[in-house]
């Protein structure tokens, strides 16, 4: 997984006066799946809160037309997994593999941008504990997740 540089709130003249800007968020590139699927994921630096969210295409759906739910799945762990790296150490961004992951599915989406968020929930020092939720472009619940996550050290 690669982290972009976090870009800034606002740009600021240290010349001027002005203070160095604030990193606001990070972007993840990971080479794989992501690039396959064609989610994007975004980290809030400061509170450490992870965003994935997709626009759904045709490859995206079912033979039924909706959001499939391997991709639902798919996004559930990313946002969950994210936000557990960003519990353990929101500056290093360190890897978690999954223990577990249940989902509930909701509803179903056929179009539109689909986006994802989650939450750490408690934890030590190698779990986490986290709760996420993919919703729709009008806040429609999609589905929820519950997840552990063991930070992996080396």
């Known amino acids: 997984m690669t982290c972009r540089q976090p870009d800034p709130i606002s740009p600021?003249?240290?010349?001027?006066?002005g203070q160095a800007p604030v990193p606001v968020k990070r972007i993840i590139?990971?080479?794989?799946?992501?690039?396959?699927?064609?989610?994007?994921?975004?980290?809030?630096?400061?509170?450490?809160a992870c965003r994935v969210s997709l626009e759904l295409a045709p490859q995206h759906l079912n033979r039924n037309g909706l959001l499939h739910g391997g991709i639902v799945a798919t996004l559930m762990?990313?946002?969950?997994?994210?936000?557990?790296?960003?519990?353990?150490?929101t500056a290093a961004h360190p890897p978690v593999v999954t223990v577990s992951l249940t989902?509930?599915?909701v509803?179903?989406?056929?179009?539109?941008?689909?986006?994802?968020?989650?939450?750490?929930?408690?934890?030590?020092?190698?779990?986490?504990y986290v709760a996420g939720e993919l919703m729709d472009g009008s806040g429609?619940?999609?589905a929820t997740a519950n997840g552990v996550f063991k930070r992996i050290r080396g």
Request: glycine share 14%; hydrophobic share 35%.
């Open 107 to 128: 509803a179903a989406a056929r179009a539109g941008r689909v986006e994802a968020k989650a939450k750490a929930t408690g934890g030590g020092a190698s779990l986490a």
């Open 29 to 48: 590139e990971d080479p794989g799946c992501q690039q396959l699927v064609g989610y994007r994921t975004e980290i809030d630096t400061r509170t450490g």
């Open 12 to 17: 600021t003249d240290p010349a001027e006066g």
């Open 140 to 142: 429609q619940i999609l």
């Open 103 to 105: 989902l509930s599915y």
């Open 77 to 89: 762990d990313v946002v969950c997994g994210n936000t557990a790296s960003q519990h353990f150490d």
